[in-house]
């Protein structure tokens, strides 16, 4: 039975991998820091599938690395790494953003999606051939947006360190995968207001945003790739989402 590891697994595209996992018979390793809908996930998952729950906050590189240098041999050998904690904050412009905000995306965005990469990558080696590493990068490290500040720049990263991985684990057999989504109704956009439920609610209103199952099937999809292709970086949009014009300044008339 394959096993798969999921981080931010308490909410949006995150559970919604854990279910669409379960569904196909994968054993389920599934991490965030909220322990009370982990619980409820297992409790839900655990009749089709084993699950084990892991409370921890990504940032925390001690934490990760215990935690996965500790984890049960019946769910190893582990086939694919889900790394999909993450978040934006402050969707106000650059000049009006706390610097504490700032750091709250790279340590989660940047630096916790290392951490995991970091403790999980010898197991991944282990498997070898199949297993997989699909990274939650976003359309926003590749189109700028007022107001994607640090959030478009630590999703670049997610690309680019994704490419890079690639190409030293290139011969192994481990694929890596930069899964962009665009706008995708989930609670992603409550986290960035800071629990604005109104402001989250008329951004997805009166349009067809991704859901978090649509982005679930495609994670499946990449983690049951035959094991001689690996996608490098799968961009996605609703069909009612692409880009605007540049913006220009102009003199007053
Ligand atoms: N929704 C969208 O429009 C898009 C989202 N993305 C990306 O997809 C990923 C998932 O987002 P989405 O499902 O939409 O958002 P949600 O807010 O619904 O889920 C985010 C998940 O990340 C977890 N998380 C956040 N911070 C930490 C942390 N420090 N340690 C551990 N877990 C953490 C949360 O769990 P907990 O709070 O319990 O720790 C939660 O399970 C993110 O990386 C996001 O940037 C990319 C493109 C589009
Ligand atoms: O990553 C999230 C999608 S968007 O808000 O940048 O379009």
Redesign the pocket.
Known sequence: MPSVLITGATSGFGKAAAQRFAQAGWSLILTGRRLERLKALEDELSQQVPVLTLALDVRDSDAVTNAISNLPENFLPLTCLINNAGL?LAPEPAQKVALEDWHTMIDTNITGLVNVTHAVLPLLLKTGEGASILNLG???GQWPYPG?HVYGAS?AFVQQFSYNLRCDLLGTGVRVTDLA???AETE?TLVRTKGDQAASDALYRGTTPLQAEDIAEQLYYLATLPAHININRLEIMPVRQAWAPFAINRDPA
């Open positions: 934006a976003s359309v926003a994607g999703k989504p665009g706008m992603f």
